[in-house]
């Protein structure tokens, strides 16, 4: 396996630009290129006038051709909003690579084609020439990862034989079922041709208002705070559901803003992406609005950065690398584009959507029998379990009764001991994960390589 991988990266080191510009309407619209042997490409599609998303698809050197099972294809959608997919997902979680450059073991090419992108525009190596041009709702940025789609999959049949498996994490969940609904959309209508695989929800932040009513009970539970604590926290959650309710959606921002500074003061700084450490940033410093956003982003990346263990590792380590060595071997990307440079940007211009729940939207694809897979890290605290089964509960599907009353079945791996549960009624599947906060593939890259596997029906032949 690990001749497999310095074989990647070496291609990397031998990449060709092949630059294939498309003028139209005097825009610059497709910049693309890849290793010589085809295993790796990437590129620009610009998705709207001034509106340039970065994809990087990396095929499989595991592939199994099998007519009745065809090998399936992983789009991954980070959070954030305005967190990379290209360089977390890529480097830190699941990709071929880890951020030293060295080979993942529990890579998810094992069972899948990969499709990082940098999502929505103005994440990552992803930019927009005019600030205005940034997405303001979810179903914006399933407008443009559905245009997208349409460049990468209309003019390729190979591709077209892979069914796409949507995988997302955190507020990439709400990306993942607009994205699901927008594209079935354009396949009836004809405008898109591509085989939809399912759509996973992975620690998805998919109804805020059952996210922040779990913090203080949880915490509370835990240990983690006390019965001052939870108090202060179930009142600024009332406050947010009643801002939800009366269409205040930016106010409901700024309140969940100020409840993550209350619940880290009266917690001594809990991490939120997994509650049972501490966070590494002190946040009693945050006062306004825009530090404790600020603050929020580079926490998602600390703690992801902090479990890499890169020695010297800290905040710089994944900007050094996508700034550095890989933007130098990615060759197209602008000197003027900053990887990460308008993340916050990305933020701003969903502020009033951040908050709004997308239940519908999984029920609107439970309702046309797509598959939908949800599963969660035990120790997350932002999208706790706990606040995930309160909104499964809100669900209209038919089929949630038999769901909920069936019994759950245990999963192991590598080794005897219970790594988690799960359970499935017609096209609704749930996994707990135990062991694991946020980022279930750093915690648990076993059972989530093997779940994946499950998910996405690889006909990979099974190592372990
Ligand atoms: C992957 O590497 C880790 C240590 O880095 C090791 O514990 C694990 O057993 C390895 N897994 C496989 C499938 O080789
Ligand atoms: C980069 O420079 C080009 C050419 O000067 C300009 O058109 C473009 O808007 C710049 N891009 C960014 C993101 O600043
Ligand atoms: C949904 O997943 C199951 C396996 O879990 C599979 O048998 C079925 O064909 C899938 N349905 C669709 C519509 O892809």
């Not at 690398?321 to 916050?344: A, C, F, H, R």
């Not at 038999?402 to 080794?415: A, V």
């Amino acid at each position: 396996m690990e001749k497999q991988y310095s074989f990647v990266l070496l291609l990397l080191h031998l990449s060709v630009l092949v630059l294939f510009p498309f003028f139209h309407e005097g825009h610059f619209t497709v910049a693309s290129s890849g290793t010589k042997d085809g295993s790796q490409q990437w590129g620009y599609v610009e998705v709207r006038p001034k509106a340039h998303m970065f994809w990087w698809l990396y095929k499989s050197p595991y592939r199994v051709e099998n007519p009745i099972n065809p090998w399936p294809i992983v789009l991954w959608l980070q959070g954030g909003p305005g967190a990379s997919g290209v360089a977390i997902g890529n480097f830190q979680e699941v990709g071929p690579l880890d951020t030293n450059l060295k080979p993942r073991n529990s890579t998810w090419l094992q069972k899948a084609d990969l499709l990082f992108v940098d999502n929505p525009v103005g994440t990552g190596y992803s930019f927009v020439e005019d600030e205005k041009a940034v997405v303001k709702t979810d179903d914006e940025a399933a407008t443009d990862l559905t245009t997208l789609l349409k460049e990468l999959f209309n003019k390729n049949e190979n591709l077209q034989k892979s069914p796409l498996h949507i995988v997302a994490e955190s507020y990439g969940g709400k990306y993942a079922v607009t994205l699901g609904l927008s594209a079935l959309k354009a396949i009836e209508a004809g405008e898109l041709k591509l085989k939809l695989g399912g759509v996973t929800l992975g620690d998805s932040w998919i109804s805020p208002e059952d996210f922040v009513f779990s913090w203080g009970p949880l915490l509370k539970d835990l240990s983690r705070l006390d019965v001052n604590g939870v108090a202060k926290s179930n009142s600024l959650a009332g406050k947010i559901k009643k801002e939800l309710q009366d269409g205040q959606y930016i106010d409901a921002t700024n309140t969940w803003s100020e409840l993550e500074d209350v619940i880290s003061d009266n917690s001594n700084a809990v991490d939120f992406y997994n509650f049972l450490l501490d966070s590494a940033m002190d946040p009693l410093s945050l006062t306004s609005l825009e530090l404790s956003k600020e603050i929020t982003i580079k926490r998602y990346s600390r703690y992801l950065n902090s479990m890499t263990s890169s020695p010297g590792g800290g905040d710089d380590d994944l900007d050094t690398l996508m700034n550095g060595v890989i933007k130098k071997q990615l060759k197209i990307i602008p000197d003027n584009v900053t990887w990460g440079g308008q993340s916050e940007l990305v933020f701003s211009g969903l502020e009033a959507e951040f908050m709004k729940p997308r239940i519908n939207e999984v029920d609107d694809l439970l309702a046309k029998g797509v598959n939908v897979t949800i599963y969660n890290g035990q120790l997350d605290l932002i999208c706790s379990t706990k606040g995930t089964e309160a909104w499964v509960q809100k669900l209209k599907w038919e089929g949630l009764k038999s769901f909920l009353s069936l019994e759950r079945s245990p999963l192991k791996c590598g080794d005897k001991s219970t790594r988690g549960f799960t359970k499935s009624y017609k096209n609704l599947h749930f996994y707990w994960i135990l062991g694991a906060g946020h980022f279930v593939p750093v915690d648990q890259p076993c059972l989530a390589l093997k779940m994946v596997g499950d998910i996405t029906q690889s006909p990979a032949i099974s190592t372990s």
